[in-house]
């Protein structure tokens, strides 16, 4: 039977708290604290959760079967994320004469995220104080410490703020975020059962409330009356029309269901007669491509026009495209021969060998660095918004397989059912989801001031070498296991941290010879590849989520 102390400092725990402790300490105590309280409140809802009964009310909540809560990874990693931005932009403000304007809003941004992680920390603190006994409810009321703690040190922000209460009452979007993040994390548990964990969840929620709350802040500010109203919401200097292009096409897809269904529901109320179920499936099929065509060629350049962009941004992509293309154009062709030859091979593997399902996707993240790399050393703004459109087609595809489109959807069913493994579920296939965000994330966030040659390519190099070498090399080779109910290998993650660290090597002659100025010492690169291998070799959650971005932030100091 497990001690106290050896079921409280599990391998991932600790490897999360080493990773916090790493990025905390690197930050000012104002920003710091809050991060550690975060952490704490994170354990205690965590142990809490793993200690309930099955009567627990969260237990309504059906999460991915073989995968722990999950939740002190997924309530620290976003807020490490951009506390490490911050760390690295104040690197960079003497240089930049926009960098005091950019500083303030990252730190409302790492605020934000703080803020949604902490509300849903509440939120499952609340349901489980209902039926606790008394072992989870002392843990609760430490988390319950926590929370409050946590709110005090906000409070006295807000205080030593320029402008004090009255500045932050102008930013209200701010204090909205964690009622989205409770909602958001709410509809995600209910409509997607056994899809993911409480971490994965709130690692989703919170970043999606970040994303769009920054869009919002994004429109508001490009709006007249918030330019009369000395700027009620101000976003700072200019974005790129990669990024606005970006986010209105992904804007226009998460509406797209609304409007699917509300177009469903009005066609349903207009009809005269029933319809037999074969025409009925056609009919529902035109209605998602009428509504498709309308979000994309109606609704996304309403707000790219909204915020600047004056031309349809499918317009501006064509001439993007095709203006100085030769570079673009042949590594668009490149891309083409590496996808198809991948994709007839290991398709045609997939059907007719025995090769292990982990092993076939670990080939994908091989392809990955096969294609992500030439274009961040060479062409990283078109890489920018490759990955954009390549997310934004995927979002497609599994609208068209969940709602069985005709006449796509059967096809592409059979096509993505042949590359899941456990961590999918018969309601959303995910994994080529977190391979695309987990290489783009470190990309786009890596895009302006950046002083970090390295940090750009944080998903590559973790997922498509470290994640692929640890796998493979575990997988034919290795003996000693991290845990005696784990698979994962010391020989593994020894050769992903090797792999990892060699590729670094590489890229550091060739970024040099291209012209970058390096600045990332081989002490710190050293630590930051360990901590997320080893979090790779001890988590249960997805790792395409959570140790590309757990690598950026540690590149990034």
């Given at each position: ?6 079921a ?6 600790l490897?999360?708290?080493?990773f916090?402790?790493r ?6 105590a104002?920003l710091a604290a809050?991060l550690?309280?975060l952490a ?7 142990l809490?959760?793993?200690?309930s ?8 909540f059906r ?6 809560s999950?939740i002190l990874?997924?309530?620290?990693t976003?807020p490490c ?6 760390i690295?932009?104040?690197?960079i403000?003497?240089?930049?004469p926009?960098?005091?304007e950019?500083f303030?809003y990252?730190?409302m ?8 992680c902490l509300?849903?920390?509440?939120f499952?603190i609340w349901?489980?104080?209902q039926s606790?006994?008394n072992?989870i409810s002392k843990?609760l009321?430490y988390?319950s410490l926590?929370?409050?703690?946590y709110?005090?040190?906000f409070?006295f922000f ?6 004090g209460?009255?500045t ?12 989205a993040?409770?909602i958001?994390?709410k509809?995600?548990l209910e409509?997607?059962p056994s899809?993911?964990?409480f ?7 919170s970043?999606?409330v970040?994303?769009?709350g920054d869009?919002l802040?994004?429109t508001?500010?490009k709006m007249?009356f918030?330019?009369s109203?000395?700027a009620?919401?101000?976003?700072p200097g200019t974005?790129s029309e990669?990024a606005?292009v970006?986010?209105g ?5 998460f509406l ?5 269904k509300?177009?469903?529901i009005?066609w ?5 007669q029933p ?11 035109v209605v998602?491509y009428?509504s498709l065509l309308?979000a994309l060629?109606m609704l996304v350049p309403?707000?790219t026009?909204?915020v600047g ?9 064509l001439?993007y495209?095709?203006t100085?293309s030769?570079?673009?154009?042949a590594l668009?062709a ?7 030859v ?6 045609s593997?997939?059907?007719?060998s ?21 274009a ?5 703004a078109?890489?920018?918004?490759a990955f954009g459109?390549?997310?934004?087609v ?7 397989r969940?709602w ?5 959807g059967?096809t ?13 579920s018969?309601i959303?296939?995910?994994s080529h989801?977190?391979?695309l965000l987990g ?5 786009w966030m890596?895009?302006g001031s ?5 940090a750009?390519?944080?998903?590559i190099l973790?997922l498509?070498i470290?994640d692929?070498m640890a796998?493979m090399?575990g997988?034919?080779y ?5 845990s ?6 010391i020989e ?8 990892v ?5 590489i890229?550091v ?11 990332q ?9 360990t901590?997320?291998l080893?979090l790779?070799a001890?988590t249960?959650?997805l790792?395409n989520?959570?140790?590309?971005l757990v690598?950026y932030?540690l590149?990034?100091?």
């Amino acid at each position: 039977m497990a001690t106290p102390t050896a079921a409280l400092l599990t391998g991932e725990r600790l490897v999360v708290f080493l990773f916090a402790a790493r990025v905390a300490l690197a930050a000012p105590a104002g920003l710091a604290a809050p991060l550690a309280l975060l952490a704490a409140a994170a354990l205690a809802v965590e142990l809490a959760v793993d200690r309930s009964a099955s009567s627990s009310p969260l237990r309504r909540f059906r999460t991915r079967p073989g995968a722990s809560s999950g939740i002190l990874l997924g309530a620290t990693t976003l807020p490490c994320v951009m506390l490490a931005r911050l760390i690295q932009l104040s690197r960079i403000l003497p240089t930049d004469p926009k960098g005091p304007e950019e500083f303030a809003y990252l730190e409302m941004q790492y605020w934000a995220v703080s803020i949604s992680c902490l509300s849903v920390l509440a939120f499952f603190i609340w349901h489980l104080r209902q039926s606790a006994d008394n072992e989870i409810s002392k843990t609760l009321r430490y988390g319950s410490l926590m929370v409050v703690l946590y709110l005090m040190t906000f409070l006295f922000f807000l205080l030593k703020t320029d402008g004090g209460l009255l500045t932050m009452a102008k930013n209200g979007h701010l204090l909205c975020h964690g009622l989205a993040a409770v909602i958001l994390i709410k509809h995600i548990l209910e409509k997607f059962p056994s899809c993911s964990s409480f971490g994965e969840a709130l690692l989703v929620s919170s970043g999606l409330v970040l994303y769009f709350g920054d869009m919002l802040a994004h429109t508001l500010s490009k709006m007249e009356f918030s330019a009369s109203s000395e700027a009620l919401i101000h976003t700072p200097g200019t974005r790129s029309e990669i990024a606005t292009v970006i986010q209105g096409i992904l804007l226009g897809l998460f509406l797209l269901p609304l409007l699917y269904k509300c177009s469903l529901i009005v066609w349903v109320y207009c009809r005269t007669q029933p319809v037999e179920n074969q025409a009925e499936k056609r009919v529902y099929s035109v209605v998602f491509y009428v509504s498709l065509l309308v979000a994309l060629l109606m609704l996304v350049p309403s707000w790219t026009h909204l915020v600047g962009l004056e031309v349809h941004p499918f317009v501006w992509v064509l001439n993007y495209m095709f203006t100085n293309s030769h570079e673009r154009l042949a590594l668009c062709a490149y891309w083409i021969c590496v996808i198809y030859v991948s994709i007839r091979r290991f398709y045609s593997i997939s059907k007719q060998s025995k090769t292990e399902r982990i092993l076939l996707r670990k080939y994908y993240h091989l392809v990955a660095v096969l294609i992500f790399s030439p274009a961040v050393i060479f062409q990283p703004a078109f890489l920018d918004l490759a990955f954009g459109a390549a997310f934004a087609v995927f979002l497609i595809l599994e609208m068209i397989r969940v709602w069985e489109v005709y006449p796509l959807g059967p096809t592409v069913h059979q096509f993505m059912n042949a590359f899941t493994d456990h961590r999918d579920s018969e309601i959303l296939i995910i994994s080529h989801f977190s391979l695309l965000l987990g290489c783009a994330l470190p990309k786009w966030m890596s895009s302006g001031s950046n002083d970090r040659p390295l940090a750009p390519f944080a998903g590559i190099l973790s997922l498509g070498i470290g994640d692929t070498m640890a796998s493979m090399i575990g997988y034919k080779y290795g003996v000693l296991r991290w845990s005696k109910t784990g698979k994962k290998t010391i020989e593994g993650t020894a050769a992903g941290i090797t792999s990892v660290l060699a590729a670094c090597s590489i890229l550091v002659t060739l970024l040099a010879s291209s012209g970058y100025i390096l600045s990332q010492h081989w002490l710190s690169l050293s630590v930051a590849v360990t901590l997320s291998l080893l979090l790779e070799a001890y988590t249960a959650q997805l790792d395409n989520a959570f140790i590309p971005l757990v690598f950026y932030s540690l590149l990034c100091l």
